[in-house]
């Protein structure tokens, strides 16, 4: 016999029946679009919770549906805006960055915490002020992370 397909409202059966502590706050929805997902068997749905739930917080890094072990992954949000911590490129946070290190400060290739500066008078990190400056974005002087 085969195994249900696992609809939204299939989902909300499950989660009130296994995982009742979890409290949802929207109906389940498919992270592809319903025509694009047509013969595919893995795809990924996004259930939204009350709270500032963790994996931790469930006990396990999988939900079992339909007698399959589902993989959770926390959810992190971002937008246009969100600068990364790593690349200083805009739309995407650190935790998701797939890019080298660049500094902040002088666009080298390095973590911005790992800038070298030989200056004894120098106040690393945000306080850092003084040349080279350069912005990893636009080349221009400036710091990465100076928001005008």
Not at 29 to 51: F, M, P, Y
Not at 52 to 65: C, E, H, R
């Amino acid at each position: 016999m085969a195994a249900p397909a696992v609809t939204p409202s299939l989902l909300c059966q499950i989660r009130d029946t296994n995982y009742h502590q979890l409290v949802q706050v929207e109906t389940p929805r498919w992270l592809t679009q319903a025509d694009r997902c047509e013969n595919k068997t893995h795809s990924t749905i996004v259930i939204t919770l009350a709270g500032n739930i963790k994996k931790a917080d469930i006990g396990s890094q999988y939900l079992v549906i339909c007698n399959r072990e589902c993989q959770v992954e926390d959810y992190i949000a971002y937008g246009q805006s969100t600068q990364c911590r790593n690349c200083q490129r805009y739309g995407h946070p650190a935790a998701l960055c797939r890019e080298s290190s660049r500094s902040a400060f002088c666009a080298s290739p390095h973590e911005t915490k790992e800038h070298p500066c030989n200056l004894t008078a120098c106040k690393k990190g945000p306080a850092y002020t003084h040349p080279p400056i350069r912005c990893a974005n636009c080349n221009t002087p400036h710091k990465a992370t100076d928001p005008t």
